[in-house]
């Protein structure tokens, strides 16, 4: 089944999606060459693109255990990225910022319109931040089943939030800006039912 007909399905079963709204495939491999080092290196990344609202760039790609991501962001404050609602109330949240004097990567949980708070037995696998001339980058793997208990699996339309402050380090607060979306994990490689979802390549 691919995207599109998989995205009608979604939107028959009686889901939202907002107009502007576009699904991101992240391809499904049996091995990844992914370092989780807060570099983002030429061909580490298979998927990648740039959300025109927030101007996040986006690079993902899974081993089927884990999701891999790094996040550009164009600011120095904090970036962040939820998943399983296009809201924060009731996310899963990836919040990080770098600092010269030391680095912060925090697990949340979406708990109203704009707080979170950390979750006591975080998921997240590895982490890395680093900075760039005009923002920094925070890179990460994660389990495909989310501390929220939901799952991120092939085929299935999962809602995430891009949000960043430009330049504030407490992750309390409203974000500068925030856009929401949609991702679908492609089926995976080693199950030999075709082509995992296609990458993502849009600027």
Request: aromatic share 8%; proline share 6%.
């Amino acid at each position: 089944m691919n995207i599109r007909i998989t995205l009608l399905l979604f939107m028959a079963a009686g889901f939202a999606v907002a107009a502007g709204d576009k699904p991101h495939g992240i391809v499904n491999l049996k091995t990844v060459d992914v370092i989780i080092d807060g570099k983002v290196a030429e061909g580490e990344y298979p998927t990648h693109f740039t959300d025109s609202y927030t101007g996040i760039g986006v690079n993902w790609v899974s081993d089927g255990k884990l999701l891999y991501v790094a996040l550009e962001s164009p600011h120095k404050g904090w970036a962040a990225i939820s998943f399983g609602e296009q809201k924060i109330r009731g996310s899963s949240m990836i919040i990080a910022y770098h600092d010269p004097s030391g680095r912060r990567v925090d697990e949340h949980m979406g708990s109203w319109v704009s707080t979170h708070k950390a979750i006591e037995k975080p998921k997240l696998v590895d982490f890395k931040t680093a900075k760039t001339n005009s923002g920094m980058i925070v890179e990460f793997s994660m389990p495909l089943v989310l501390s929220n208990g939901q799952a991120i699996a092939p085929g299935q339309p999962m809602p995430y939030v891009l949000a960043y402050h430009k330049s504030k380090r407490s992750f309390k607060g409203r974000p500068s800006r925030k856009s929401a979306g949609m991702l679908i994990l492609g089926r995976a490689e080693q199950e030999g039912q075709g082509e995992p979802a296609p990458a993502d390549t849009t600027k």
